[in-house]
């Protein structure tokens, strides 16, 4: 049974911690892993946003983007602890092109990836997932669903994107703690499911 702590309820890894995971919580520029680390986290988040300046006019998209002012220029880093044994690291990526060395080292020890897509820019989300299955990083997807845009069916985004039967497919409103926690839940269960099918 999964038991989940409250947004800064604790700030230490309980004793009965066993297992840690880290997960990365990717996508494209300005789809909403901010929110959703800092909106699942049970410890302060630590974030790296700094205000969009004329520095990013022709260099980042920010078409469909609406008045967003500010972006991640490092990462996003939160904690949930999902059971008394198990703690997730959340990792959330930095979604501009010109931050893609940093990839390397988030990458580097994940047990998989959530990845945010934004069907209003969903074609933005196929470089994401081309690195992520490059670096062997499994993953889930979930639709952040904002609000006053058309939604589509699950499986008409799994088409769209051309993801393996397998891959989970989960909406969200990343503002949600509770639809955060069911999308992380469903890639832990995935990743879970992958590792026991490996032949040992």
Same mark, same amino acid.
């Given at each position: 049974?999964?038991?989940?702590?409250?947004?800064?309820?604790?700030?230490?890894?309980?004793?009965?911690?066993?297992?840690?995971?880290?997960?990365?919580?990717?996508?494209?520029?300005?789809?909403?892993?901010?929110?959703?680390?800092?909106?699942?986290?049970?410890?302060?988040?630590?974030?790296?946003?700094?205000?969009?300046?004329?520095?990013?006019?022709?260099?980042?998209?920010?078409? #469909?983007?609406?008045?967003?002012?500010?972006?991640?220029?490092?990462?996003?880093?939160?904690?949930?602890?999902?059971?008394?044994?198990?703690?997730?690291?959340?990792? #959330?990526?930095? #979604?501009?092109?010109?931050?893609?060395?940093?990839?390397?080292?988030?990458?580097?020890?994940?047990?998989?990836?959530?990845?945010?897509?934004?069907?209003?820019?969903?074609?933005?989300?196929?470089?994401?997932?081309?690195?992520?299955?490059?670096?062997?990083?499994?993953?889930?997807?979930?639709?952040?669903?904002?609000? #006053?845009?058309?939604?589509?069916?699950?499986?008409?985004?799994?088409?769209?994107?051309?993801?393996?039967?397998?891959?989970?497919?989960?909406?969200?409103?990343?503002?949600?703690?509770?639809?955060?926690?069911?999308?992380?839940?469903?890639?832990?269960?995935?990743?879970?499911?992958?590792?026991?099918?490996?032949?040992?």
């Amino acid at each position: 049974m999964v038991s989940v702590h409250s947004p800064g309820e604790v700030d230490y890894v309980a004793e009965t911690v066993t297992r840690s995971v880290k997960i990365l919580v990717a996508g494209n520029f300005g789809v909403g892993k901010t929110t959703f680390v800092c909106g699942v986290s049970e410890i302060r988040p630590l974030r790296t946003e700094e205000t969009i300046t004329e520095a990013s006019i022709g260099v980042d998209d920010m078409a #469909g983007l609406g008045t967003k002012v500010q972006t991640t220029v490092a990462l996003d880093f939160g904690r949930l602890t999902l059971n008394p044994q198990l703690a997730l690291y959340l990792f #959330g990526t930095p #979604g501009q092109e010109r931050f893609a060395p940093l990839w390397e080292e988030l990458a580097r020890g994940a047990l998989g990836a959530l990845v945010l897509v934004d069907t209003r820019r969903i074609e933005k989300a196929d470089d994401v997932l081309s690195a992520l299955e490059q670096r062997g990083v499994p993953y889930a997807v979930a639709v952040n669903e904002f609000e #006053g845009f058309r939604r589509y069916p699950l499986e008409e985004v799994r088409e769209a994107l051309d993801l393996a039967p397998e891959t989970p497919v989960i909406a969200v409103d990343a503002r949600r703690r509770d639809h955060n926690l069911r999308a992380l839940i469903t890639l832990a269960e995935y990743l879970f499911r992958r590792q026991e099918s490996v032949p040992r």
